[in-house]
């Protein structure tokens, strides 16, 4: 299996607004994985982060900036590691958000059109709002079972 380097990633939490965008995860390296194989034991680990909570309606959001110009499509693979509390019961539990979980920045839903990554800028490409009674934080406390994975086509 051989592994291109096609850019880096960048997550933002913001507000429900999205007047105030800060980054919580940064400049990680993306992978493309070749033969559609992927190894989660060869990402990078994603720190418990528990000081950049998101609430409620708040929005985590996907910025990339690629060497040459990608897409998400159905051939992409997204692992991203988080902690999610509901606030009702107090229930905390380790999940990970995959791409059905995400919108795009425009709020429809990806699979119905390809999102495109453009090369050498940054550019905010996906979102996720956190539910209702929810409190959601980037990565896992134990840190091995944090890791994150992000695979894009090159177009």
Do not use: C
Not at 60 to 79: E, H, M, P
Not at 105 to 121: E, N, V
């Amino acid at each position: 299996m051989t592994a291109t380097i096609i850019g880096s990633v960048r997550i933002y939490a913001a507000d429900a607004s999205m007047s105030r965008k800060d980054v919580i995860f940064g400049d990680a390296s993306t992978v493309l994985l070749g033969l559609g194989a992927t190894d989660p034991r060869l990402s990078l680990i994603v720190p418990f982060t528990p000081k950049a909570e998101l609430k409620e309606d708040d929005i985590l959001i996907i910025s990339t900036n690629s060497i040459a110009d990608g897409n998400i499509d159905s051939t992409a693979v997204w692992r991203i590691p988080v902690t999610i509390k509901n606030m009702t019961t107090g229930i905390v539990r380790q999940s990970f958000l995959g791409i059905p979980d995400f919108t795009t920045m425009a709020g429809s839903a990806i699979g119905s059109t390809d999102i495109l990554s453009p090369a050498g800028i940054w550019t905010d490409i996906v979102k996720y709002t956190v539910k209702p009674q929810e409190r959601l934080i980037l990565g896992h406390q134990f840190a091995e079972n944090s890791r994150i994975m992000l695979t894009m086509a090159v177009t």
